[in-house]
């Protein structure tokens, strides 16, 4: 009888926990439509406009302290030009316009060596406490990885849901990824190649790979055969907030498994923006350089 009794307990656990798997299981698999109507609305929106002008609030989880800043970008798509100044600390300015130097942005430090600098908007000295370069400044960018993350999204991979939130009580849309596969897994170097490169070709953010391993920054290259340690995916939580009524980007928080990884916050936000010819000149009496 006590033989029975133990081996009816054990088969109502065991189906206890069949049952939470399949609802966990259950749980991964929501793709909710009205969440990649919303992306795609989004997408649209922002594909079709040439011109961007905004003021961002970022945050940036990095080795020792944490980055904060306010910037301002100017970007027009094509010909790709790009203004980009900074309020927090240090009044650092960026000017890069294909059409005059593909290679090279003019830079204002707003200090030492007190003269004009022109860098690739890739080097490591600009990229010293950045997630990003000023290009990915561009929502797009974030919408591009979200599109691939979807794109990759199995059913029984990652959720993607649409919530209703409140922002200056106005009702606004968030947007989430989530992916409770998410994990740092190794990768072995198949090239000799540099991290910008060796990141963009998994689909990762580079600081990420920083974060990770020892002694890497953003002017690291990597050898072939060499063990890295990397995340599966550009993130293991994306929230996207968006204001439905233009289909504007007003936050975006990504997470990794530790937590907020950045932010990014739009505290206001023109598109189809006609810029003149002086916008993305240096000897724009506004400007600095």
């Known amino acids: 009888m ?6 009816l307990m054990y088969l109502k656990i065991k189906y206890l926990l069949l049952f939470l798997f399949a609802f ?3 749980q991964s698999q929501s793709i909710d439509q009205a969440a990649i109507d919303l992306l795609t609305q989004v997408d649209s929106s922002l594909s079709n406009s040439n011109g961007l002008k905004f003021k961002m609030a970022i945050y940036a989880r990095m080795k020792g302290n944490d980055y904060n800043q306010e910037a301002l970008f100017k970007i ?6 790009v203004y980009y100044r900074q309020f927090i600390d240090n009044n650092i300015e960026l000017l890069y316009d294909e059409t005059k130097d593909k290679e090279k942005a003019i830079i204002n430090p ?3 060596p007190y003269t004009n600098l022109q860098l ?3 080097s490591s000295l600009i990229l010293k406490r950045q997630h990003h370069n000023v290009f990915e400044a561009d929502p797009l960018f974030t919408i591009d990885q979200l599109k691939r993350m979807f794109d990759d999204c199995l059913p029984d991979k990652c959720s993607i849901t649409i919530s209703d939130t409140l922002v200056d009580n106005k009702p606004y849309k968030v947007l989430q990824y989530f992916n409770p596969h998410y994990k740092i897994q190794k990768v072995k170097v ?3 190649i540099h991290i910008l490169d060796f990141a963009r070709k998994l689909g990762v953010n580079f600081y990420s790979i920083v974060c990770f391993n020892e002694d890497f920054d953003s002017s690291s290259e990597f050898d072939k055969g060499e063990i ?5 995916s550009y993130a293991k939580k994306i929230l996207l907030i968006v204001n439905p009524s233009n289909n504007q980007v007003f936050e975006i928080q990504v997470f990794d498994g530790k937590g907020l990884f950045e932010k990014m916050r739009y505290l206001w936000f023109k598109k189809d923006v006609e810029f003149e010819e002086i916008d993305f000149q240096k000897e724009n009496p506004e400007y600095n350089f």
């Open 2 to 7: 006590r033989w029975r009794l133990w081996r």
């Open 24 to 26: 966990q299981a259950l």
């Open 76 to 81: 027009q798509r094509s010909p790709l030009k």
């Open 110 to 112: 707003d200090g030492f």
């Open 120 to 122: 690739s908007p890739y």
């Open 190 to 192: 198949e090239e000799d």
């Open 228 to 232: 890295l340690k990397v995340p599966s």
